[in-house]
């Protein structure tokens, strides 16, 4: 079992920026990818970005390349999703996931735990 703790969703106006982060813990496999994703109302789970355990590669959405920043801390097990030019249309629930593949996948079948989800508000 792996579990996914998230933080740091909340409120911002268009134009701030927020800082999501991920605590992994139990059995994870030693090399492995972690993902953010979000979900908007009535619309299907996306990916947003991800990275890979070297974080040699990651992956970007074009809705948010340019703006957002994934990385991780492999000693700490945290990965970190910065968001910054924030515009309402990115308003969702955020949620973190894994998957033991040591390449990135975007479609969700290939991630088998996630967190619980953070909730993030952009107010125009």
């Known amino acids: 079992q792996v579990q996914l703790v998230e933080s740091g969703g909340g409120l911002v106006q268009a134009g701030g920026s927020l800082r999501l982060s991920c605590a992994a813990s139990?059995?994870?496999?030693?090399?492995?990818?972690l993902g953010w994703f979000r979900q908007a109302p009535g619309k299907e789970r996306e990916l947003v970005a991800a990275?890979?355990?070297?974080?040699?590669?990651?992956y970007y959405s074009d809705s948010v390349k340019g703006r957002f920043t994934i990385s991780r801390d492999n000693v700490k097990n945290t990965m970190y999703l910065q968001m910054n030019s924030l515009k309402p249309e990115d308003t969702a629930v955020y949620y973190c996931?894994?998957?033991?593949?040591?390449?990135?996948?975007?479609?969700?079948?290939?991630?088998?735990?996630w967190g619980q989800g953070s909730q993030v508000t952009v107010s125009s």
């Open positions: 996931a894994y998957t033991p593949r040591t390449t990135v996948v975007v479609t969700p079948e290939w991630y088998t735990y």
């Open positions: 139990g059995r994870t496999f030693s090399n492995y990818t």
């Open positions: 990275i890979t355990w070297s974080g040699g590669t990651t």
